[in-house]
Nanobody, 125 residues
Framework: QVQLVESGGGLVQAGGSRRLSCAAS??????????MGWYRQAPGQQRELVAS???????NYADSVKGRFTISRDSAKNTAYLQMHNLQPEDTAVYYCNADGLAGMGPRLAEFDSWGQGTQVTVSS
């Protein structure tokens, strides 16, 4: 129903910055997004929440990224961003975008919870 496409990953040196984007689109269906979030998964690790931003609500960050990462969203463009500063090797991971909300109209109205395909961020020391 709702597809998410991430971009902005790549290789960056420790101390550097990177900005990830996540664009949501529907397959012809109308949709509204409630929460958009960024997760990451390092090799051999579980996927973890990095940051989330609900519509009209306050942002939430993992302790490990507070003060370095900033999540934002452009609701008109159905896009979320993750601005990352002072990146460290431990930030190396595949970063996934997640969004939940409602899609469709009338009897087809249904909740959705979508994931993007992920974008690799590698921080070299």
């Amino acid at each position: 129903q709702v597809q998410l496409v991430e971009s902005g990953g790549g290789l960056v040196q420790a101390g550097g910055s990177r900005r990830l984007s996540c664009a949501a689109s529907g397959s012809g269906d109308l949709f509204t997004i409630n929460v958009m979030g960024w997760y990451r998964q390092a090799p051999g690790q579980q996927r973890e929440l990095v940051a989330s931003i609900p519509v009209g609500g306050s942002t939430n960050y993992a302790d490990s990224v507070k003060g370095r990462f900033t999540i934002s969203r452009d609701s008109a463009k159905n896009t979320a961003y993750l601005q990352m500063h002072n990146l460290q090797p431990e930030d190396t991971a595949v970063y996934y975008c997640n969004a939940d909300g409602l899609a469709g109209m009338g009897p087809r109205l249904a909740e959705f919870d979508s994931w993007g395909q992920g974008t690799q961020v590698t921080v070299s020391s």
